[in-house]
């Protein structure tokens, strides 16, 4: 009896150490946006931008600049405290009232507002904006199977495409990168562009950056390869979000068949 014990233990141990040296599991975009109201305030770490940090709770870019006393290019002195909540005896925003001129980051000349304007894209969204922020028209950034689709709130927060390694990704319409990088956990090498005031879209998982931040796109530009990093397979996660929140993108990309 007590061997039996011994080797219940020794194959519990076994177990426990194989688990050890699988290294860590990979974590799933459509759990990584924290809901809002969680945490009430963030350190500024290297490699943070104001984009980023929105993008990774949820928000408006332009409500934590308000909240924050931040100023178009949203500079960020390491290790500032950054509110990621309405200061208290005021309402949070995001309604689109207020609108801020932005300017690209290290490019002083270009706004994300003139980048973008035109007639409305094919979701009927868009249809309710001012013409200042719409998106003419948008673009698949990539062909392929849809393996993964938008569930809204506490799931998908985009569409994941399939594909190939190397497999060339496209800006989804004209606009200014704000961010390109690694540093938001699970979504590999990530590229979120700013198509105006109120349009952002993110391109995920690539294995390789073909633009920096600050590069004004064209729509249909070349911008990233598609890859697996932080992904179980290669594959495209694209999100669209508008006034910071998650949208899906089937709503505003054209019918793949067209």
Known sequence: MQNARKCCRYAWVAVVVLAGCAGEPVVPVSDLTSPRGRYAARVVRPGDTLYMIAWEVGLDYRQLADWNGLVAP????????????APGGTKPGGDGKTRTRVTALSNEK???????????GSGAKSNT?????????????A???IIQHFTGKNGNNGVDISGRKGTLIRAAADGVVVYA??????????LIIQHNEV???????????????????RRGQTVAEMGDTDAESPRLHFEIRRDGKPVNPLDYLPDQSS
């Open 143 to 145: 062909y392929g199977p």
């Open 110 to 120: 270009s706004t994300a507002a003139e980048v973008v304007s035109g007639t409305s």
């Open 181 to 190: 990088g690694s540093g938001l956990r699970g979504y590999g090498q990530l």
């Open 199 to 217: 349009f952002l879209s993110a391109y995920a998982h690539n294995q390789a950056l073909l633009v920096g931040e600050g590069a004004t796109v």
């Open 74 to 85: 949203y500079r960020m002195a390491l290790g500032r405290r950054i509110r990621l909540s």
């Open 129 to 141: 904006l001012d013409p200042k922020y719409r998106v003419s028209r948008w673009l698949w950034p």
